[in-house]
């Protein structure tokens, strides 16, 4: 009786066991990239064609992968050395990802460019952009848009509630033109009004240039 007690309490253990690991699997398979291939349709098609829109390819928005998509695909396989087969796998998203943001990135991104530097001339609301831009390529710091935003004291609209105010188209455009490549900080990760800024450190920065009210630093 107690020999069957005990093979009884270890099933039931190597069960529990079994059951606590399938929640962790399926969460990892959740955040996976997803294959899309001809014929998908999902929110995932259309996170692609907007990406794909954003970077200045001639595509339509409707979350179906139809020939056209497939031709994009293709189109922005070549040109970033890819295999040219027309599946958006891991590797494909992964350069897509790394040269693109989510719309979600793209609006806080906007908000920042609004909050930080609209009266600012458009080259310097690109500048800042860029900055944010470069951040997340930089090891110094995160390596996703929104973490840098959010990074403790990272930009002063963000402190003192500026950062929710609704951008304009114009800062809208600037974003999309940081995000295509044009960079008019020339590399920058910081930037600072000379007028205002009061901290030692910013000031011991190389600086690049200036733009507007702006000093573009390293």
């Known amino acids: 009786m107690l020999k069957k007690l005990q093979k009884m309490m270890i099933s039931i253990f190597i069960l529990s066991l079994v059951f606590s690991i399938i929640p962790i699997n399926d969460e990892a398979n959740a955040q996976a990239p997803t294959l899309l291939t001809y014929g998908s349709s999902n929110g995932d098609v259309w996170d692609l064609q907007y990406r794909l829109k954003q970077l200045n390819y001639s595509i339509d928005i409707d979350g179906i992968y139809g020939y056209q998509t497939l031709n994009v695909v293709k189109k922005f396989q070549s040109n970033y050395g890819l295999m ?7 590797i494909t998203w992964k350069t897509l990802k790394k040269y693109s943001l989510s719309q979600d990135e ?6 920042l460019v609004y909050s930080e530097a609209r009266g600012e001339p458009y080259e310097g609301q690109v500048a800042v952009a860029a900055v944010a831009l470069n951040r997340v390529h ?16 990272a930009f002063t609209a963000v402190a003192d509630g500026q950062f929710w ?14 995000i295509r490549g044009w960079d008019p900080s020339k590399g920058a990760l910081y930037y600072f009004n000379p007028d205002t800024a009061t901290s030692a450190w910013i000031w011991s920065r190389p600086q690049i240039l200036k733009i507007g009210d702006h000093i573009f630093t390293k």
């Open 84 to 90: 040219i087969d027309g599946i958006v796998g891991p």
């Open 106 to 111: 793209f609006n806080l991104l906007a908000r």
């Open 138 to 153: 930089s090891k110094k710091f995160p390596n996703d848009l929104k973490s840098v935003i959010f990074q403790d004291r």
């Open 165 to 178: 105010l609704t951008p304009n188209e114009t800062v809208k455009l600037a974003a999309l033109d940081a």
